[in-house]
């Protein structure tokens, strides 16, 4: 009897632990035995493609949602980044290096704003960034007066670039999340991010500055929306009008499905961000393969999220009884940070 209760209570650890991972390989193993074109190496490379931009929104908002605030705006701020760009690049005849920095120094800028209005000012982050998400989209459509720009010739080649067999997107997005996880696991500065979430009355108490942290992950989102753009227009070739209205409940999505709470304090840019930004491509790519109507899509797509969501739900239930362990450690780690000071 003791032993049957020990084994149960190992399986629930293991479904606890990889519940997204079961979902994942179930969904891919499911799509590959119904076709076999879905592991095929052009349509994996589609998959990571597809979602490189997806997979550089969710890593900066994840800074953002682990300290307990919220940006709904990165969709947007990508579209008019990169519409200001192109237009600059198309139209003014600007270099393409030149281009892509005001591309992303746009984004910072416009984070930058949301981090004043959420740290300094005090407006609620939802509202902030909700009226950022319209201003932005009204400015872009604007900009490029409702119609499609493409990429000119003379850097059109990018978008077919690669290395290795591996197109440069997907490398540049990938050695992003790279950085950007050392940056959250192996820096102060991500040590403090935790903090914030985890107990934002206590970061507050050992000296932490919470408002300059709060700054910094917005700032942090506005880039990584201009840099997300630019690898959208590259794999599609040109800015259209429907860029970004669907990166918020994508990006969401990904966020929550790769085990970042909303609640803030826990999370990670690898292996969630990526793993729930593939989990959504790998959805919705297999749908196609299948040549399941795109009016079926919301159906399985909300389907998908809501298993691993509560697959990865029991999971936070189970570890949040040791997140006091975590602020604990946390806070003094950011103690012993100050006292060097």
């Known amino acids: 009897m003791v032993g049957r ?19 994942f390989a179930v969904l891919v193993i499911v799509y590959a035995i119904s076709s076999h074109a879905f592991l095929s190496l052009s349509n994996i490379r589609d998959i990571f493609m597809n979602s490189s931009d997806l997979l550089i929104y969710v890593a900066g908002l994840t800074f953002v949602v682990l300290t307990g605030n919220i940006d709904v705006s990165f969709g947007s701020t990508a579209f008019a980044s990169v519409a200001i760009g192109i237009v600059l690049l198309v139209n003014h005849g ?3 290096v030149l281009a892509i920095l005001v591309t992303i120094a746009f984004g910072m800028v416009v984070g930058a704003v949301n981090g004043v209005l959420v740290a300094y000012v005090g407006i609620d982050p939802l ?14 459509l604007n900009i490029i007066k409702g ?24 490398m540049v997005a990938v050695v992003i999340l790279v950085v950007l996880q050392l940056l959250l696991r192996k ?26 942290i709060t700054f910094i992950t917005f700032v942090l989102s506005g880039t990584c929306a201009g840099v997300g753009g630019i690898l959208a227009v590259i794999n599609i070739g040109s800015v259209q009008s429907a860029m970004g209205q669907n990166a918020l409940f994508a990006g969401v999505a990904a966020l929550v499905v790769g085990g970042t709470s909303l609640f803030g304090g826990l999370g990670s840019v690898l292996p969630g961000a990526l793993v729930g930004s593939l989990l959504l491509s790998a959805t919705q790519n297999g749908l196609s393969v299948l040549g399941v109507s795109p ?10 999220i809501i298993v691993a969501m509560y697959m990865d739900g029991l999971k936070n239930l189970r570890i949040r009884g040791s997140r006091s362990d975590e602020v604990i450690s946390t806070q003094s780690f950011a103690t012993k940070t100050l006292e060097k000071e």
Do not use: W
Request: net charge positive; aromatic share 12%; with cysteine.
């Open 147 to 170: 119609s499609q720009i493409e990429l000119p010739n003379s850097v059109a080649g990018v978008t077919t670039a690669s290395f290795a067999g591996v197109p440069l997107i997907v």
């Open 5 to 23: 209760r020990k084994t149960l209570e190992i399986e629930k650890r293991f479904v606890f632990s990889y519940g997204i991972y079961i979902v």
């Open 295 to 304: 009016y079926v899509y919301p159906f399985v797509e909300g389907l998908v």
């Open 94 to 96: 600007v270099s393409p």
């Open 187 to 212: 820096t102060q500065f991500g040590r403090h991010v935790i903090a914030v979430g985890c107990d934002r009355r206590g970061a507050q108490q050992v000296g932490i500055r919470v408002r300059r």
């Open 127 to 140: 509202v902030t960034t909700l009226g950022m998400l319209f201003f932005l989209r009204g400015l872009a």
